[in-house]
């Protein structure tokens, strides 16, 4: 008896052992030699796959609300037509896709398809020859002429293109309810003055102004960004960030600091807000609530509340530009955003590019931009037109735009960007004066680019 | 002389040095070591050595080629207000961890060690804790925070206690404590089954001839259950210490270090450097730094509790 106990449980364990160890489907191309994952695999098989085996893609993605269902279509459509594929969809988490993406591109054992948002990261990934050159295959029959020009200058480096701009375009937009601005009395603000006044018209009646996700920090870039814009034209940014000759303690930067801690003392942002994650949806249940009035937020928030909570979208959802403020340098009419953003490259360590390339093709063909259309997006694509008159009206104020500033976090290389944000969280957080905060983003940018 | 070697082997006692049985018995250890030896060196021994050699690079994660500094990240080390405050931030943890924990899971192990059947019930709910994943706990307790919807919030509104009601998490003064409670939540369960263990290997005619003699239940466990735990917290203490020196999860989790640096862990800070900021030459200084730290501090917290370790029935 006792060894039939024995020699069962030693079987039982084996077989378990044994379906451990099997090889499960990862497309990890690893060439010899470098870092895999440490699972215990037998070693990948060579190339030439025989016509039974399918090819593995692995894509990224950080998409909410409806977004993942978009995907899931296209791929669907893709897998149907190329039956030798297989697509295995991963969706991820924001807050630390790009520490998981750095590790993964670090380590060559990236997805064959992410997401990323353009600008220095991407660049520093593509200097470090992880990424795909796609030139070639976006010059093929003119397919880059699909695509706004704005966004696919935003992922050209040294004359090659590198991704191809896919989920949405976005600008950052001061999102408002309607309703308790209709009950007290409230009308859209043209200019800076007229928000303070509608700040001072909100607290008296004991509404918080502003919803903030001060705990993901880069909510609050986007009012640095509006306040550096707004004050010195977009040339003040650029000349700092790309050491043409400015600083990012320049009179506009401190200003800016200045005007974001008089917001904060004055009570414009509501209670709490440095614990608030918007990931989590956070400061948008305050919007929900009426608890808030406004959200300063990317125009992707469009969709997703459409998809949250769609009684507030149909009756109770609006929006306004920044406004301008009287006097200075920048123009009104400039926007926050990112043309294209969400775009989509193929990693360089990718056993199939061009197979990669083509379902990225699927993911923004003509069926995909309508599917996107519908769930309240931008599509980054010339022919893109909407009925929807809030997308008309975001439509607008893109193409109006003499510039749009991309996300500082995303324009700068990541250790500055990282600067950028911790910069402003001390804006916020009242730790830091506007001369400190914004010197130690000057020290970090000479660190990183030795001047 | 095989008379000698059962009899020491009886008794425990290895086999007599230099015998030819004694080489033998040596070897066998060893090969018996080996696979432990060798997870050891792959997985820990290595990537130290090998974080402290990367804290002399510059680095950005991607890039097939490192650039030689020397010391520089060193000397950015010693002057990095962050990391310091960092540092202070991960002492305050550990005091509070140690003086919070370690007492209530002694007082939670005496409790369930004398309950009946009811307790069987009670240990398992206590113990939950341990088995969620800390992002778990993590996202339910930023909920539990939300200083407008947030459970704690709403039971202090519902028993008029308002004034009481902070921004848990966004505050800098207190955003730490409301994390430490969380982490305490988490761990104090685990405390209280480590001292079960140690209150359970103590032998029961102890107790017996402590009640005949007069003793109450007090005197009982401060001048006797206490003493033989000795070992046992000195095991929970340096457990508390390297815990929270190295904690990352629940900060992590809660609050990224912020806000602006309130909840900064050197271990949140070594993330965010390395792989946030993409240095991770600096980001290896930073865990070489912590490494020396943890093993500096544990090592004068051995030192200085060490006591010969004594049974009640060594002879």
Redesign the interface.
Known sequence: MKIWIRTSTVAVLVALILGACAPATTPTASPAGSTTA?TVQPTQAPATQTSAEKKVITLWHVQTGDGPKVIQNEVDRYMADHPDVEVKVEAQQT?NY??KL??A??ADNPPCVFSTWGGGPLY??V????IQDLTEWMNQDNYKDRFLDAGIASITFDGKIWAVPVEHSAIAVIFYNKKIFADNGLSIPSTYDELLQIITKLKSVGIAPFALG??S?WPELFFTTYFVDRLGGPEAFRAAATRTGGSFTDPPFIQAGQMIQDLVKMGAFV???????YG?G?SR??MY?G?AAMEMMGTWNISTIKGENPDFYATNLGFFPFPAIVGEKGDPNDVAGSIGQDLYSVAAACKYPKEAFELIQYMIDDKAVAERAAIGRIVPVKSFTTDDPMLKEVLRLLKQAPNVQLWWDQYLP??LG??SL?TT??LF?L??TPGVAFGNMETTAIRVFGK | MGVEMVERARVGKAPKRGTAYQREYSLCAVVFLLPMIFFLVV?VVWPILSSAQMSLFAW?????TRQYVGFQNWSRLIGDRIFWSAFRNNLTVLVLSIVIQIPMGMALAVLVSNGGRWMVVFKTVCFLPMLMSSVAIG?LF??V?????GVLTASLKAVGLSPLVR??????QI?LYSVIAVVCWQFIPFYMILFEAGIAGIPVELHEAAIIDGATENQYFWHITLPLLWGTTRAAVSLALFGSLTYFDLVWVM??G????ATELMATYM??KA??????GYGSTVAFAMFLIVVLISGIAFFVTRRKESSPWSS
């Open positions: 440490p807050d790009t520490v750095n590790v591109l670090g520093q990934y200097k470090a020859g992880k001060g705990k920090v209670e709490g807000f440095n614990g608030l994650d989590t956070q249940m305050l609530s608890k990541p250790d990282q600067a911790d969280q001390a957080s730790t830091q | 997985f950005n994660g991607v890039s097939p996202i930023k909920y925070y939300d200083p407008y919807f921004n848990w998490l966004g505050d800098p955003a609050t990224t912020g806000p602006s640096g993330v965010k792989f946030l900021s993409t240095e991770v």
